[in-house]
């Protein structure tokens, strides 16, 4: 098993950023793809990007392609993401999960473990 912790979130304006961070424990964070995920107000939890163990594939929802970035440091045991020119639409709690490295992994079925979340509010 694996615990996962997500910290990084708070309060930015539009067209700001910020990076959040995933730390895992319990097991060898390399052993798995991660992944983010976030949910709004009213709405289901949805695929944001994910990461394969060697760091090298990455996946991207449409929404955030070209503003957000998802990297991993297997040393520090920790995978991030980096938000950039955030808008409005994108406040949520924002969930890193980690799942077995042969899924594509942007399906929630896909993932073992799942952090507590983190929230992310964007305002105008």
């Known amino acids: 098993q694996v615990q996962l912790v997500e910290s990084g979130g708070g309060l930015v304006q539009a067209g700001g950023s910020l990076r959040l961070s995933c730390a895992a424990s319990?097991?060898?964070?390399?052993?798995?793809?991660m992944g983010w995920f976030r949910q709004a107000p009213g709405k289901e939890r949805e695929f944001v990007a994910r990461?394969?163990?060697?760091?090298?594939?990455?996946l991207y929802a449409d929404s955030v392609k070209g503003r957000f970035t998802i990297s991993r440091d297997n040393a520090k045991n920790t995978v991030y993401l980096q938000m950039n020119s955030l808008k409005p639409e994108d406040t949520a709690v924002y969930y890193c999960a980690a799942g077995n490295p042969a899924r594509l992994g942007l399906i929630l079925q896909e993932y073992d473990y799942w952090g507590q979340g983190t929230q992310v509010t964007v305002s105008s």
């Open positions: 990461i394969k163990w060697s760091g090298s594939s990455t």
């Open positions: 319990g097991r060898p964070f390399s052993s798995y793809g």
